[in-house]
């Protein structure tokens, strides 16, 4: 019997199980196996949680689960008497039953010769053998697969480069904002501050609102930027012609700059000209050079993040509402200490466009900045001895792990593996856009053709 282990239990590593499930013929023995730390419910902090007000970031008629078919998230739903339509930005845990539902329906009318098994507990290392690889799982024997597949999910962000390390040692002080029970012990009048103003801000503060929070709210980054939200927007006609071939990030963002201009000066947004790359940001990233990969990261990410990566509708009117009555601050800036202190946390911060330092103690401190992505960085086992190995390495730009497009993983040397794969999170250095369903469910569906493919042949 042929065994395909998926490392990661998330959206990543279910949507591969699943396709495996889909596909694998009637006549091949196979056994799926998942690793993962959570239950058979858990598929990591964002689908998690039951809390109603943590939406998807994406309208429902666009999350199917399969690239051929991307209103079946939404039919799903009204065949489980959940009223939605098209546009409508749901709940994070209906999708998350959504999934474990196609899993079970997938596994039921799979043949008897497949199973598939959750195995709780955390990778460590793997040996590398020549037909395939032995894992080495916490609390539990040594187990064989043929395949190997990463889909680990998010890390903690990296710690902040302030004078006062010590202060990463108080429970005032949270370094991953995905924690369970992050605000169990916070007063409702408590200050919290939260460093970075992207997503998980966005989630973090709705949460608090939620939770009835009356206490102030700071969030602070480098440029005080917030994600735009969701809207219907007017179509704007591609130009990827202009700048396939430019290979110069700088040329690229002067490009993209007139078209908003032009756009704007047509009355559509900015949003659109971004929308009308996607189906080609793939290719582009690829076709960068490191450096120019690095330039992007260093002095272009965050603009593009704040027009790409959007958030619902009505998370933006909650966030705007709390910016009104005065409870939640945005500020531009920098923490430059944390110190503890007898009343909380005190974050000593330069904002921007200014040289004098100010203080603020909040009885909490988030670090909000972003995922670790640099897998030199990140602190995890098995990330640690893969690398040592040398059965993995860097992706373009220190970004998550080399790898062909077709997810094979490139050792040290830069040589693909046959039996070690990645797909999701993992993916982004070599081709960015790898993070939304609409990518995911394309990669999953693939990986598990090749996979398959390649248990039949051997």
Same mark, same amino acid.
């Given at each position: 019997?042929?065994?395909?282990?998926?490392?990661?239990?998330?959206?990543?590593?279910?949507?591969?199980?699943?396709?495996?499930?889909?596909?694998?013929?009637?006549?091949?023995?196979?056994?799926?196996?998942?690793?993962?730390?959570?239950?058979?419910?858990?598929?990591?902090?964002?689908?998690?949680? *039951? *809390?109603?007000?943590?939406?998807?970031?994406?309208?429902?008629?666009?999350?199917?689960?399969?690239?051929?078919?991307?209103?079946?998230?939404?039919?799903?739903?009204?065949?489980?008497?959940?009223?939605?339509?098209?546009?409508?930005?749901?709940?994070?845990?209906?999708?998350?039953?959504?999934?474990?539902?196609?899993?079970?329906?997938?596994?039921?009318?799979?043949?008897?010769?497949?199973?598939?098994?959750?195995?709780?507990?955390?990778?460590? *290392?793997?040996?590398?053998?020549?037909?395939?690889?032995?894992?080495?799982?916490?609390?539990?024997?040594?187990?064989?697969?043929?395949?190997?597949?990463?889909?680990?999910?998010?890390?903690? !962000?990296?710690?902040?480069?302030?004078?006062?390390?010590?202060?990463?040692?108080? /429970?005032?002080?949270?370094?991953?904002?995905?924690?369970?029970?992050?605000?169990?012990?916070?007063? !409702?009048?408590?200050?919290?501050?939260?460093?970075?103003?992207?997503?998980?801000?966005?989630?973090?503060?709705?949460?608090?609102?939620?939770?009835?929070? /009356?206490?102030?709210?700071?969030?602070?980054?480098?440029?005080?930027?917030?994600?735009?939200?969701?809207?219907?927007?007017?179509?704007?006609?591609?130009?990827? /012609?202009?700048?396939?071939?430019?290979?110069?990030?700088?040329?690229?963002?002067?490009?993209?700059?007139?078209?908003?201009?032009?756009?704007?000066?047509?009355?559509?947004?900015?949003?659109?000209?971004?929308?009308?790359?996607? !189906?080609?940001?793939?290719?582009?990233?690829?076709?960068?050079?490191?450096?120019?990969?690095?330039?992007?990261?260093?002095?272009?990410?965050?603009?593009?993040?704040?027009?790409?990566?959007?958030?619902?509708?009505?998370?933006?009117?909650?966030?705007?509402?709390?910016?009104?009555?005065?409870?939640?601050?945005?500020?531009?800036?920098?923490?430059?200490?944390?110190?503890?202190?007898?009343?909380?946390?005190?974050?000593?911060?330069?904002?921007?466009?200014?040289?004098?330092?100010?203080?603020?103690?909040?009885?909490?401190?988030?670090?909000?900045?972003?995922?670790?992505?640099?897998?030199?960085?990140?602190?995890?086992?098995?990330?640690?001895?893969?690398?040592?190995?040398?059965?993995?390495?860097?992706? !373009?730009?220190?970004?998550?792990?080399?790898?062909?497009?077709?997810?094979?993983? /490139?050792?040290?040397?830069?040589?693909?593996?046959?039996?070690?794969?990645?797909?999701?999170?993992?993916?982004?250095?070599?081709?960015?856009?790898?993070?939304?369903?609409?990518?995911?469910?394309?990669?999953?569906?693939?990986?598990?053709?090749?996979?398959?493919?390649?248990?039949?042949?051997?």
């Amino acid at each position: 019997m042929k065994c395909v282990a998926i490392v990661g239990a998330g959206l990543s590593g279910r949507l591969l199980a699943l396709n495996l499930l889909r596909f694998a013929s009637r006549k091949t023995a196979l056994t799926i196996r998942l690793f993962d730390r959570g239950d058979e419910s858990y598929m990591g902090p964002a689908y998690s949680s *039951d *809390d109603d007000s943590l939406l998807l970031n994406v309208p429902a008629g666009r999350m199917g689960a399969y690239p051929e078919d991307q209103g079946h998230f939404l039919k799903w739903c009204r065949n489980n008497s959940v009223t939605a339509e098209e546009h409508d930005f749901l709940p994070r845990r209906l999708y998350r039953d959504y999934i474990i539902s196609l899993m079970r329906d997938a596994l039921q009318g799979a043949s008897n010769k497949v199973t598939l098994d959750h195995v709780r507990g955390d990778v460590t *290392d793997i040996d590398v053998l020549d037909n395939g690889v032995t894992l080495y799982v916490s609390g539990r024997r040594p187990c064989y697969a043929d395949k190997i597949v990463l889909a680990m999910g998010n890390y903690p !962000p990296r710690q902040l480069p302030v004078d006062n390390g010590s202060a990463y040692e108080s /429970k005032r002080y949270i370094d991953n904002p995905w924690k369970r029970g992050v605000f169990d012990t916070l007063d !409702p009048y408590d200050t919290v501050f939260l460093i970075g103003t992207g997503q998980t801000m966005v989630d973090l503060a709705i949460t608090l609102h939620r939770r009835l929070h /009356k206490g102030r709210i700071v969030a602070l980054s480098r440029r005080g930027f917030l994600p735009l939200a969701h809207r219907d927007l007017e179509s704007y006609e591609s130009f990827f /012609k202009e700048i396939e071939s430019s290979g110069k990030i700088l040329n690229i963002f002067k490009t993209i700059r007139k078209h908003i201009d032009l756009a704007e000066s047509l009355g559509i947004d900015q949003r659109a000209v971004i929308d009308s790359l996607r !189906p080609d940001t793939q290719a582009l990233w690829f076709g960068l050079p490191d450096e120019e990969k690095r330039r992007f990261l260093r002095h272009i990410f965050r603009y593009w993040e704040m027009i790409r990566s959007r958030i619902p509708p009505d998370s933006e009117a909650i966030i705007e509402k709390m910016r009104a009555a005065g409870q939640l601050d945005v500020v531009a800036g920098r923490v430059t200490d944390l110190n503890e202190t007898g009343t909380g946390m005190e974050v000593h911060y330069v904002p921007c466009g200014s040289t004098s330092c100010r203080k603020i103690t909040a009885s909490l401190v988030i670090n909000c900045t972003g995922p670790e992505s640099d897998y030199r960085k990140v602190n995890d086992i098995l990330v640690s001895n893969l690398l040592r190995r040398g059965l993995i390495r860097p992706g !373009p730009a220190h970004v998550g792990i080399d790898a062909l497009p077709d997810g094979s993983i /490139k050792d040290i040397n830069g040589k693909p593996s046959n039996i070690l794969h990645t797909l999701g999170l993992t993916m982004k250095g070599v081709l960015w856009e790898v993070l939304a369903v609409p990518e995911i469910r394309v990669q999953a569906e693939q990986l598990a053709a090749k996979l398959l493919n390649e248990i039949c042949e051997a």
